[in-house]
């Protein structure tokens, strides 16, 4: 009997201690495989970021070719299309990421006598573009000195061509040849150019997202009627000489509290602003309370004459940018 209870107790310690060493076991080998999901995850997850960021820098492929457009070099082209029995050219510019997926799209349209280069280099959209990923285009305007047809001024229309056509052939053109995200299309101008996208974008609004003016000169198209509400930024000097900012009724220029006061009423905005921003001479101001979600937006600069960089104390091209890239179509 107590060699029973003795071999007996042996036995159940013995078991125990197994039991005890198997526990541990599992619990040692459960441990590493956490641990080897969590590495594993880990290196996914960079491996991912890095393909993600390569991507963006154009330094290796993406592993879905979304965008089914003909390839094309990345970088300056110039483009020609016909539009109105005309031959039309563009300056296009494709980021380093182009190719793989669509992308936004924006336009914008230089000032009286420019050129696309000159609009180019002014803005420079296309190191903006560059860095946010999107394709930006810069279209020429005809007559001598180039100049667009944005409207009616003291002297008749202020360019010869169908420039609200042209702009239509434009983006089917390069909806149909380019990697464009067509509900993420945006307008810009300056100067006459602001006036332009101010006209296009009353015309266009089933084909464009945003619209975002510079310095922009405002004359009379026959009347402003979008088929939707249409977020709209204006930035102006206030000590603008060409495009003055209380407008210039000998040459039949709009005042820039009237462009704005159109667009509340068009966007169906409440009455109520808020200025959100005050850096040096500049004031941002903002109607947020609008019908679809749309807004508008108002920098006004003090000191600031008929010039793209009105201040040191806005960025021009990226506020512009940061504002339209938040809306789609």
């Not at 006598?113 to 903006?128: G, L, R």
């Not at 003291?154 to 169908?162: F, I, L, Q, R, V």
């Not at 983006?171 to 040849?177: A, Q, S």
Request: some cysteine; proline content about 5%; charged content about 15%.
């Amino acid at each position: 009997m107590f060699l029973f209870t003795r071999s007996h107790s042996m036995y159940m310690a013995e078991t125990m201690i197994d039991r005890h060493v198997t526990i541990r076991r599992l619990v040692g080998i459960a441990g590493m495989v956490l641990a080897l999901f969590v590495l594993l995850s880990v290196i996914a997850y960079a491996a991912y970021s890095a393909q993600f960021a390569n991507v963006a820098a154009g330094k290796s492929p993406a592993p879905t070719v979304i965008c089914q457009a003909p390839a094309h070099q990345i970088g300056d082209s110039t483009v020609a299309i016909t539009s109105g029995g005309l031959q039309r050219t563009f300056l296009l510019h494709l980021p380093p990421s182009y190719g793989y997926i669509l992308q936004p799209l924006l336009i914008g349209y230089h000032g009286y006598s420019w050129t696309t280069k000159h609009m180019e280099d002014t803005t420079q959209f296309s190191v903006e573009a560059d860095k946010q990923n999107f394709i930006v285009v810069f279209p020429q305007g005809v007559d001598d000195p180039p100049s667009w047809n944005a409207g009616v001024g003291a002297y008749g229309p202020t360019g010869s061509a169908d420039d609200v056509q042209f702009t239509r052939d434009l983006l089917n053109y390069l909806e149909k040849n380019y990697c464009v995200d067509k509900h993420h299309v945006y307008l810009t101008g300056f100067s006459l150019g602001g006036g332009m996208a101010y006209r296009l974008a009353c015309a266009l609004s089933d084909q464009i997202a945003a619209v975002a003016t510079v310095s922009g000169a405002y004359y009379p198209f026959g009347g402003c009627h979008p088929a939707r509400p249409l977020p709209v930024l204006e930035i102006h000097g206030a000590a603008d000489h060409d495009a003055p900012y209380n407008g210039n009724t000998a040459t039949r220029m709009a005042a820039v509290h009237d462009y704005l006061n159109l667009w509340l009423d068009i966007d169906k905005c409440s009455a109520t602003s808020r200025d959100f921003y005050h850096q040096g001479d500049v004031t941002g101001t903002e109607w947020k309370s609008c019908a679809n979600g749309s807004e508008v937006v108002h920098y006004r600069i003090g000191n600031g004459g008929h010039s793209w960089t009105g201040s040191p104390s806005l960025n021009t091209q990226d506020t512009v940018w940061q504002f339209l890239h938040q809306f789609s179509y």
